[in-house]
């Protein structure tokens, strides 16, 4: 990774006030580097520029983990549902390794690239399944979501995977009215967070979800 990649992960984090040691760092920029790498082959992001992937990827995954920790300061069960390249699977456990992150994918060579990231990079609180959310049995503290489906069906399908005080969590673009006008009656819109990720222009937020009573 080149050294603008560092300084710039490196004034992100300043911006955002998330403050993780030097060996954090590098394994978010070894994470880079393996999703550049395997993107090649396995068209996990249509993000090719690293300078982009760093901005629309990794701070914008960076960018919920301080409102995250304000919920979820201790242990945290994570199950990231259509977990894609990692993201934000791979960030948050990177982040917060008292965190259990489960990521899960129905494509396999997607599952199976978290999986390598997580042995490369040591993430002994990182696992990847290939499967559906569906099939599930272990329940989980906060089940996420970044570009994986709208609201309705999100919460749907992940619904057996939530413990009883359990919440959900969808990273979205602009605030998505139109998603949550279509939620169903057993779900119920917390809170809705703006995010600031450094260097984006575009509109980030944070959904969060819980089921209504």
Known sequence: MTPSLAQGLSQGLLHLALPLTGQQQAQLL???????????????????????????????CLAAIPELLHDFPASCDVLDVGCGGGLPSVVFAIACPHWQVT????????????????????LTNLHAIHGRVEALSQTFDLVTSRAFAELADFTRWSASSLK?????????????????DRLPAGVMVEKVQTLNVPGLEAERCLVWLRPHG
């Open 103 to 122: 990521a899960i994918d129905a494509v396999a060579k997607k599952a199976a690239f978290v999986q390598t990231v997580a042995h490369s990079l040591t």
């Open 164 to 180: 009883p005080s359990g919440r959900w969590l969808a990273m979205k673009g602009k605030y998505p009215q139109a998603e949550i």
């Open 30 to 60: 070894d994470y880079l580097a393996l999703l550049l790498k395997w993107n090649k082959v396995y068209n996990l992001t249509s993000v090719r520029d690293p300078e982009q992937m760093l901005t629309q990827h990794l701070m914008d």
